[in-house]
């Protein structure tokens, strides 16, 4: 069992029972939830009481490698696991590696497959932190989005986690954008970052553009749920804003994530699948109606940045940069 502080930030695994952390409830409320089975985990990853792509891939092990332990028949909870969410690839690669060991050694081979994952992803996020802050030496001002700390990995965060390296080494402050419609950078990046005393600013999305154009941010670094072979990225919805806005700005566009979360068999982006959540997520942000109740909404979880933008993408086993079809090979090859 993985029992680092990080890990403990969002997730705890006693060796058969799953507690998570409710983010739903964050920052107000720490409420801790027991999961037993693959329907429980599922409905928690349905619902973001456990989010982000390289969390959901720890819960997706687990979950699984419960259900194999206690149901006569497991294979409708690997199904139901599966399609909880559509976009991170690491729910779908979680599910299939530890119901895989279950088959051919069991509950056991189970268990110790999903403990090898959460092992990998925790150290995935160190090695992040490490390529992530050589590559960003120099920058101070730093806007990201969403969240993609200790809530989101296995370990101190994908792009979070090389802004915690780039704090311990030197001077940072962090920009961080609100992330609408469900405040995850309001919520929970800033909760994070205030908890480790690295000093954050919150700004609503749409300010970011024209920040970066003032000159007041000196590098961009987000998180991914998807990478494709030519190094498209789907990330949370406003990613594709920053993204451009950098470009226009001058200024570095860095993607940060495990290995766990590109999916080489997906030639661009445009074959990602994009969830599209419920319309009351818009309509009544945090219960309270601001619209017409009726009104048409549209509400993707995710956007897709090309490659193109990308400065560079850093995972566990080093840096593409530019992240090419090549550069992205050669780093799942090492
Ligand atoms: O809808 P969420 O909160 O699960 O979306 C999370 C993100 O988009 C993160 O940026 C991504 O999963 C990377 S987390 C290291």
């Not at 309001?186 to 970011?208: F, H, K, N, S, Y």
């Not at 959540?277 to 009104?295: I, K, N, Q, S, W």
């Amino acid at each position: 069992m993985n029992s680092s502080t990080h890990l403990d930030a969002a997730l705890r695994w006693d060796g058969s029972r799953l507690a998570i952390l409710d983010q739903t409830q964050l920052p107000h409320r720490e409420l801790w939830l027991t999961l037993a089975g693959a329907a429980d985990t599922a409905d928690a990853i349905r619902r973001l009481a456990v989010r982000a792509a390289p969390l959901i891939g720890i819960a997706a092990a687990l979950g699984p490698a419960m259900e194999v332990a206690a149901a006569p028949d497991p294979e409708p909870g690997m199904r139901l696991l599966r399609e909880a969410r559509p976009t991170a690839v690491n729910l779908a690669w979680a599910v299939d590696r530890v119901w895989a060991a279950a088959r051919a050694g069991g509950a056991d081979a189970a268990r110790d497959e999903a403990e090898r994952i959460e092992g990998e992803e925790g150290a995935a996020s160190a090695a992040i932190a490490a390529h992530g802050a050589d590559l960003l030496a120099g920058a101070r001002r730093i806007l990201t989005h969403c969240n993609t700390g200790a809530l989101a990995t296995g370990g101190a965060g994908s792009a979070l986690g090389v802004i915690r390296e780039l704090a311990a080494r030197g001077e940072v402050e962090v920009l961080a954008s609100e992330t609408r419609p469900l405040l995850q950078g309001a919520r929970l990046t800033v909760w994070e970052l205030t908890r480790d005393g690295i000093p954050v600013t919150l700004a609503v999305d749409g300010a970011a553009a024209g920040l970066m154009r003032r000159g007041e941010i000196d590098a961009v670094i987000v998180g991914c749920d998807r990478v494709a072979a030519n190094g498209d990225v789907a990330n949370k919805v406003g990613t594709y804003a920053h993204a451009l806005a950098a470009r226009a700005a001058g200024i570095p566009f860095v993607v940060a994530g495990p290995t766990s979360s590109v999916d080489a068999a997906l030639p661009s982006g445009d074959e990602i699948e994009i969830e599209e959540r419920d319309a009351d997520e818009v309509r009544r942000p945090g219960g309270d109606l601001v619209t017409l109740p009726d009104v048409a909404v549209r509400n993707p979880a995710f956007d897709v940045t090309p490659a193109e933008l990308i400065t560079a993408f850093v995972c566990e086993r080093g840096v593409a940069q530019p992240p090419t079809a090549a550069a992205i090979a050669a780093l799942l090859a090492r």
